[in-house]
């Protein structure tokens, strides 16, 4: 990812700055899926409209946490848009075109091939040659015709680099990330205890919906009896769901049968 981004950003005469912002956001464009729970990332098919929803706030909450790292070049819009499309379908705020950082415009069409190259539970990988021809179908509707255009025409030889020497050892990889997270670690230790930014809260939550669904787990286990088990599954949904009142329905083909009730 960051090989490619660098050797793209590089040909488009991106100015330093804009190219150390967009290697840094290579390593760290994801992060923000520590807010998302762990069983919808795992999910070995489609992902449902609501997972979907819940996966997208990972642009956001990544965004929120490079800026608090204070780089000395642009990163975070670079993470906030590279799930943004060429015809504006994309997220979190439906950019367009030019309107989508350089950058993330990059990032984004070489994220999309690195999954196109990695084995899914769903799909087997592709080969390069068919994934950079599934990127060219979707060139002006998804990605940067531009960026499309330097991938088709480079990545043979790029490839080839990469088997020869591969640019970046295990050894440097993790000394950048250490460095790009020592302004965090810093901006932490300095902060007031009750001056949490808002991407921990999130985080926290989505932790607490994977302890939650662990729970609820173990509380259906503990009885073959439906009747028995629901009052145990209302206690574990109460404090993920702030409601007054829960009803569980019991449904037989067109027939909606309360089975459990709780007020407060």
Not at 59 to 76: K, L, Q
Not at 191 to 220: C, D, M, N, V
Request: net charge negative; glycine share 4%.
């Amino acid at each position: 990812l960051q090989f490619y981004c660098g050797e793209i950003g590089a040909e488009m005469k991106l100015p330093t700055m804009q190219l150390e912002a967009l290697r840094t956001a290579a390593l760290l464009h994801d992060v923000g899926k520590l807010a998302v729970p762990e069983h919808i990332l795992a999910k070995g098919g489609r992902l449902t409209r609501e997972e979907f929803e819940a996966v997208k706030i990972h642009a956001d909450v990544g965004a929120e946490i490079v800026e608090s790292m204070r780089f000395p070049y642009p990163v975070t819009e670079i993470v906030r848009s590279h799930h943004e499309r060429w015809n504006g379908s994309g997220y979190p705020r439906a950019l367009k075109a030019e309107q989508i950082p350089i950058g993330a415009r990059i990032l984004g069409a070489v994220d999309t091939l690195d999954a196109l190259l990695t084995e899914k539970p769903y799909r087997a990988a592709l080969r390069i040659d068919e994934a950079i021809d599934r990127l060219a179908a979707e060139s002006g509707v998804t990605f940067d015709p531009k960026v499309v255009a330097i991938l088709s025409r480079r990545y043979a030889e790029w490839e080839e680099q990469m088997n020869q020497s591969c640019p970046m050892t295990l050894r440097d990889d993790l000394h950048r990330l250490k460095q790009a997270f020592a302004p965090l670690r810093e901006s932490s230790a300095v902060a007031a205890p009750e001056r949490h930014p808002e991407f921990l809260s999130r985080i926290a939550k989505s932790r607490e919906e994977a302890q939650t669904l662990l729970e609820i787990t173990q509380e259906l286990g503990k009885s073959l009896q439906l009747d028995e088990s629901l009052p145990g599954l209302v206690k574990r949904l109460q404090p993920v769901i702030p409601e007054n009142s829960f009803v569980i329905y019991h449904s037989n083909v067109s027939v909606l049968t309360p089975r459990s009730v709780a007020c407060e």
